[in-house]
């Protein structure tokens, strides 16, 4: 009876160790994927603040957690059963998915460029796709959903470079990888998006300390400065948050051309980032970069010029007139049933 109860627990000391083994496997792995998907994770929290600007410091917190759980529906709810049953079932679907998405993110980077340029032409284009809301209730709303859309489009891309980066196994072991990254990195970085958007109030608070000692005087000086920079920053990072838009629109653009074999933009674009390398090798990896991201910022300026006018005369005018058959619809069967 003892010697059983021992070989019973060996076996379970067994099967905890092997647990153990693959929650750390699981761990690592998600921490690989996570990292090659952390140039999209960065422009996803410059992208966002921007949803938060021009609402009064209490409805701050309320907005970010409303796009914080429209977030992680987008990740765990619709983004990862879907990327995992299209990788399955229609691998080829998942390019111009991504592609279509990339396209509306250099539409909404270069629209917000276009108004700046032109804002009244701006105006009419916008008051040709959809009513401006008056009131601040409706406007959250509009900016919450506008937020989640974007999330979406960035989410998809991370879920994408998450999964291509899980060596191929269990599907339970890629949803928990992909379950682990999208919760991690959605708390980072809407938890970022958080504290910058509240580090005027913290300043306010540290500006206001009576603490007669030396501490306290560095204190009030930290504060002023957070008090008086953040505006400054939170435009810069709305500017760098369009940007983002465009330059990640745009390169999922030119990776979706190189994937169907059409790689002349992206050769130029890597040649680019190349020449610059040689030419100046003490910043290689940042020069490269930023001509590469250059380069995906003049694709997406030309994909959201051309998206532009197409959405104010095609697609708009189509969507408007598709959701117009429901309600005709709905008319029409009323009708036919008070009929009989």
């Known amino acids: ?59 701050e917190l309320p907005i970010i957690g409303k796009i914080t759980l429209g977030s992680l529906k987008n990740k765990l709810l619709i ?36 108004e700046l340029v032109m804002p009244h032409a701006a105006h009419a284009h916008e008051s040709a796709l959809e009513t401006t809301s008056l009131d601040a209730k409706s406007l959250e709303d509009e900016k919450v959903a506008g937020a989640i859309k974007t999330d979406f489009i960035l989410s998809a891309e991370i879920m994408a470079i998450t999964l291509a980066a899980v060596p191929s196994g269990s599907m339970f072991t890629q949803a928990l990888i992909l379950a682990v990254v999208g919760l991690g990195i959605t708390i980072m970085v809407y938890g970022g998006v958080a504290l910058i958007v509240k580090a005027d109030d913290l300043g306010l608070m540290l500006a206001r300390l009576r603490t007669a000692s030396p501490m306290g005087a560095v204190l009030r000086s930290i504060g002023k400065g957070l008090v008086t920079g953040m505006p400054y920053f939170l435009k810069v990072l709305g500017i760098v948050g369009t940007a983002a838009m465009i330059w990640v629109g745009g390169g999922i653009i030119v990776h979706g051309l190189e994937a169907y074999g059409i790689g002349g933009l992206a050769h130029l674009i890597h040649d680019a980032g190349e020449a610059t390398t040689h030419a100046i090798p003490v910043l290689a990896s940042v020069l490269r970069w930023i001509v590469e991201a250059a380069g995906a910022g003049i694709v997406g300026i030309v994909a959201g010029l051309i998206a532009i006018p197409v959405t104010g005369y095609a697609v708009s005018p189509l969507w408007r007139y598709l959701k117009s058959l429901l309600p005709r619809r709905r008319r029409k069967e009323a009708l036919a049933n008070g009929k009989k």
Not at 79 to 88: N, R, V, W
Not at 94 to 112: A, D, N
Request: charged share 15%; with cysteine.
């Open 79 to 114: 983004l990862l059963p879907a990327a995992l049953i299209l990788s399955l079932v229609a691998p080829q679907a998942i390019t111009p998915l991504l592609m279509i998405g990339g396209l509306y993110l250099c539409y909404e980077g270069v629209e917000k460029v276009y």
């Open 1 to 59: 009876m003892s010697i059983g109860l021992i070989a019973l627990l060996d076996d379970i000391a067994a099967l905890a160790k092997v647990a153990a083994a693959s929650l750390d496997d699981i761990a690592g792995q998600a921490a690989k994927a996570g990292a090659k998907a952390a140039g999209v994770v960065i422009d996803d929290a410059a992208v966002t603040p921007r949803y938060v600007t021009g609402f009064s410091a209490a409805r």
